[in-house]
């Protein structure tokens, strides 16, 4: 496409590179280091338009909308798995893969959501265990008959309510034999889509009934070392604009008060609302949080991670904080317009090169300019930062990891389109 970059041009490249952070203080080997032991949890969503594998193959309600008709989209769990291998092996690193409770893997199907357990996710664990892929988890809250009235578990009805309570029950003990079989908690993210499309008259009682229902699904004990268990909010979604029931402020209580582990996605807040704003206010109470790195825009919450200003302050917040080790990365994105498998491998990409330009911040010579009172300098310094050489030291770390740089991995997936993709019909 581009003209890819030799490798002799690149290792010149990084030694200038390298040269010019140092300078600065800034040690690109560390940075390089530690960008590899960066895992981040891939969503498995990207590879079927959140379809799933219990028959519908789209998504129904919940809020949620994947728009585009690219062909090519996975059918059964087996062209999902080849797909992600496809687009794993083009992106550096190892990180994690994130199912969702409706990609279960039965071969006849036929298992609702109130009876899903471990053995029907045994083939993706073998699957993960032979290539070393922790397994991260979310129960399934839409795409389903039950979820139909808008509502699961702040549903004021009975029967739903329990249907619900019974899934996300079942889907910890499916999260804990993951983390058990593979030797990783696996974390198992709570989002439910319930809201209003119109102004509700009584947001209170539906309120109380979701703190309920979630102590109820929390109730067994289950070791942190197995699956921890995590909450999502949002702001509003399609049909349910004027009331969330699970919004930031409810699951910010929540997570606090019961110990969860909070999930902030970045498209689930005001327009100007920035999380990464948010990362500092909230550590010092919870000590982690997980992130859902996407991109909204207008009405659509998750588009394919680029390296855009959002992205790149998150990264810049964890590494100035140093908080690293308490924030729990995952991608959530969904795009039916273009292909699946490169969707995949520029949203990963993006969200480490966001990664990489935080690693090699001055953070040092930035602290110490703030601390001095002089703010000119701290920002001209970040203003001298937009235009050092870190592609170098991208594309260093792509050769090291055994990927191309440049985009030279178009041509993979322009072949597996050709010869895989264009054949589903
Ligand atoms: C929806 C939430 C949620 C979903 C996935 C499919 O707005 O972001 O994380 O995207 O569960
Ligand atoms: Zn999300």
């Known amino acids: 496409m581009f003209t890819e970059p030799t490798e002799q041009q690149i290792d010149e490249a990084y030694r200038n590179a390298r040269d010019r952070y140092a300078a600065i203080g800034v040690d690109t080997e560390d940075a390089l280091r530690r960008l590899g032991k960066i895992p981040i949890s891939i969503n498995c969503w990207q ?30 769990p087996e062209e999902l798995r080849q797909d992600f291998e496809t687009a ?49 988890f979310n129960p399934t809250f839409f795409s389903h008959p039950l979820s139909d009235g808008g509502f699961t578990l702040a549903s004021k009805n009975e029967k739903i309510r329990s249907f619900w309570i019974e899934h996300g029950k079942r889907s910890r003990r499916v999260a804990a034999a993951m983390g058990r079989a593979l030797n990783s908690p696996s974390l198992n993210n709570f989002w439910i889509p319930d809201g209003y499309k119109d102004e509700p008259v009584d947001r209170r009682r539906h309120r109380e009934i979701l703190v309920h229902s979630l102590d109820e699904v929390f109730s067994e004990q289950i070791p942190e070392t197995e699956t921890i268990d995590a909450v999502e909010s949002k702001l509003f ?70 390296l855009d200003d959002p992205t790149k302050a998150i990264f810049r917040e964890i590494g100035c904080s140093d908080a690293w080790d308490k924030v729990y990365l995952a991608v959530d994105f969904f795009d039916a317009s273009i292909n699946r498998i490169a969707a995949w491998v520029i949203g990963l990409r993006s969200t480490q090169k966001a990664a990489l330009l935080s690693l090699l911040l001055p953070v040092e010579l930035l602290r110490r300019a703030e601390e001095a009172g002089d703010y000119t300098t701290r920002l001209a310094l970040q203003q001298e930062l937009t235009t050092m050489p870190f592609g170098a030291v991208w594309d260093t770390f792509c050769l090291r990891k055994g990927v191309s740089p440049g985009t030279a991995w178009m041509q993979v997936v322009r072949d597996y389109e050709k010869k895989i993709l264009k054949t589903r019909t």
């Open 237 to 306: 979604g399609i049909a349910s604009e004027s009331h969330v029931t699970g919004s930031h402020d409810f699951y910010l209580g929540y997570a606090i008060s019961r110990g969860k582990l909070l999930t902030m996605d970045a498209g689930h807040y005001h327009p100007t609302e920035s999380i990464a704003e948010k990362i500092t206010a909230i550590l010092p109470f919870t000590g982690r949080l997980m992130l859902h790195l996407s991109r909204p825009v207008r009405w659509d919450s998750d588009h394919v991670v680029i």
């Open 88 to 136: 794993y092996a083009l992106i550096p690193g190892d990180h994690r893969f994130n199912l969702h409770a409706m990609y279960l893997d039965t071969g006849a199907g036929g298992v609702d959501r109130d009876a899903i357990d471990p053995e029907h996710f045994r083939e993706w664990i073998d699957w993960a265990r032979e290539r070393r892929l922790p397994l991260d």
């Open 47 to 76: 590879g079927d338009d959140v379809g799933g594998f219990e028959g519908a193959g789209e998504i129904t309600g919940g809020g949620i909308m994947a728009t585009g008709t690219y062909p090519g989209k996975a059918r059964t």
